[in-house]
């Protein structure tokens, strides 16, 4: 079972005083305080300071580097803290502005905005934009299509690292065409510290979206024709029911630079929760009376949210929303989609519904080595977004059974012996025997570096040193 999945300090030093920052998580779940907390200002100082921490000059394990703190797992919890925050931000066109040198300590968000400044854009997105280019490569994140990747245009990425030997700092830079790239992308942020990356872009993208009220399994009958129907889709499954908020996007060839969305329409079934929480008390993890009546009343009068814009505004919307939510990222073979479903079905009939929406998509699959779309003889996988909102959990017990109650469905797959993967930023229970089995940790493993393991990392991959 993951550490630290509480609000409350679970990481803090074992000292009557502490002086640094409390660290938390997007979702509110995983909160420590490192016993050192480092920005450097240049990369001289980033460099001085891992070689620093690998002599154990202050007496200090492991170190990781801080993203976006959107990954609601234990992956970032350290003794030791590097923000790369105060590095200089880099960001360089080419003379014919097809490409761009950027550094990696730019939130997504803002990398969007400054191509879409030169007209330009890259051709797919994630869920959450305020991630870091570097938390983006290092933990895989994957956009809601199975026709392109994030990363489809990255033509090198450099990071900063220790030689094998741990005595000195190293700068390496990987091409797309090396070998080790598949080393690079997903890399937990277990090989170093990733710096900057080259990416070819493209004119600025505009989409329309559709959402509505649909039946999920009509839906989800055929996934190969929706995927040509649509350019980019998902389907949030609405708890203990038939039917789903089905988002769809199809290019077009213009729209207005910011979108038009309505500021009275509700975006995405998030943004309507959010809207009635204060009518809620506390309700924990599982679907209650109240929750059950709200969703059940937004089938019924949702209606279709249809508008047009920018891929960085349209793709998709819930990066938005005000909610707190945690979530597990599962992927499984799309033969297995009917067998999936049922299990979900017959495991939350006895044990409880989640408090939010199922998010259901397709995604590409890839070739990096830790990555849990990598599914050898696969085009495609199909994505499960197990999501709880942390906002009606509100102590440690409460957020113990949500741990407690996704366990149960991973246990439930896995004696059902339907075969699935895991994101490492998200929730996950994988084990030595697990990582071994689904991911090619031994290519991987030459590329790792002890000093940016930590317990939650050592745990998965070495849990008997």
């Given at each position: 079972?993951?550490?630290?999945?509480?609000?409350?300090?679970?990481?803090?030093?074992?000292?009557?005083?502490?002086?640094?920052?409390?660290?938390?998580?997007?979702?509110?779940?995983?909160?420590?305080?490192?016993?050192?907390?480092?920005?450097?200002?240049?990369?001289?100082?980033?460099k001085a300071f891992l070689l620093e921490v690998q002599r154990k000059t202050f007496g200090a394990g492991s170190l990781r580097v801080l993203g976006g703190l959107h990954s609601c797992s234990d992956i970032c919890v350290s003794d030791v803290i590097l923000d790369t925050s105060d590095l200089p931000k880099e960001l360089e066109f080419s003379p014919d502005l097809t490409s761009v040198t950027v550094s990696a300590n730019w939130h997504f968000h803002e990398f969007l905005e400054a191509l879409a400044a030169k007209g330009k854009s890259i051709t797919a997105t994630g869920g959450t934009d305020e991630q870091t280019l570097a938390g983006i490569i290092s933990t895989n994140t994957a956009p809601a299509t199975p026709a392109h990747t994030i990363y489809e245009l990255v033509d090198w990425i450099e990071y900063v690292s220790l030689d094998p030997g741990g005595t000195?700092?190293?700068?390496?830079?990987?091409?797309?065409?090396?070998?080790?790239?598949?080393?690079?992308?997903?890399?937990?942020?277990?090989?170093?510290?990733?710096?900057?990356?080259?990416?070819?872009?493209?004119?600025?993208?505009?989409?329309?979206?559709?959402?509505?009220?649909?039946?999920?399994?009509?839906?989800?009958?055929?996934?190969?024709?929706?995927?040509?129907?649509?350019?980019?889709?998902?389907?949030?499954?609405?708890?203990?029911?038939?039917?789903?908020?089905?988002?769809?996007?199809?290019?077009?060839?213009?729209?207005?630079?910011?979108?038009?969305?309505?500021?009275?329409?509700?975006?995405?079934?998030?943004?309507?929760?959010?809207?009635?929480?204060?009518?809620?008390?506390?309700?924990?993890?599982?679907?209650?009376?109240?929750?059950?009546?709200?969703?059940?009343?937004?089938?019924?009068?949702?209606?279709?949210?249809?508008?047009?814009?920018?891929?960085?505004?349209?793709?998709?919307?819930?990066?938005?929303?005000?909610?707190?939510?945690?979530?597990?990222?599962?992927s499984f073979d799309p033969a297995d989609l009917p067998r999936v479903m049922a299990a979900c079905r017959a495991y939350f009939e006895r044990a409880g519904w989640p408090n939010m929406p199922i998010e259901i998509e397709l995604t590409q699959t890839d070739n990096y080595y830790m990555s849990p779309w990598n599914w050898p003889g696969l085009a495609h996988i199909i994505k499960f977004n197990f999501m709880y909102l942390t906002d009606v959990i509100t102590n440690d017990e409460e957020r113990l059974c949500m741990v407690e109650h996704l366990k149960g469905l991973w246990d439930c797959l896995g004696e059902a012996g339907i075969p699935f993967k895991a994101h490492w930023g998200k929730l996950n229970f994988m084990d030595e025997t697990f990582v071994r089995a689904n991911f090619a940790f031994e290519r991987f493993e030459p590329f790792i570096r002890p000093l940016f393991l930590n317990s939650y990392l050592t745990q998965r991959l070495y849990p008997r040193t």
């Open positions: 079972m993951p550490t630290g999945q509480a609000a409350s300090p679970t990481h803090t030093p074992q000292v009557k005083y502490a002086v640094g920052p409390q660290i938390q998580d997007w979702a509110q779940l995983v909160s420590f305080q490192p016993r050192l907390y480092f920005r450097p200002a240049s990369l001289d100082e980033l000195q700092v190293v700068e390496r830079r990987v091409a797309r065409r090396d070998a080790d790239f598949a080393a690079v992308i997903g890399s937990l942020g277990a090989i170093g510290v990733i710096t900057r990356l080259h990416l070819r872009v493209v004119d600025q993208l505009f989409f329309e979206t559709v959402q509505k009220i649909v039946k999920i399994d009509e839906f989800l009958d055929d996934i190969e024709r929706t995927s040509q129907q649509y350019d980019f889709w998902r389907i949030d499954w609405i708890p203990d029911t038939d039917q789903g908020l089905a988002w769809t996007a199809k290019r077009i060839p213009q729209a207005d630079p910011l979108g038009d969305y309505s500021p009275d329409e509700s975006q995405n079934i998030l943004v309507a929760v959010f809207k009635a929480l204060d009518k809620f008390g506390p309700t924990g993890a599982t679907l209650d009376g109240p929750m059950r009546l709200l969703y059940a009343g937004l089938a019924l009068t949702y209606g279709v949210v249809a508008a047009r814009g920018p891929l960085r505004h349209m793709l998709p919307v819930d990066r938005y929303s005000p909610l707190h939510v945690a979530m597990a990222e599962w």
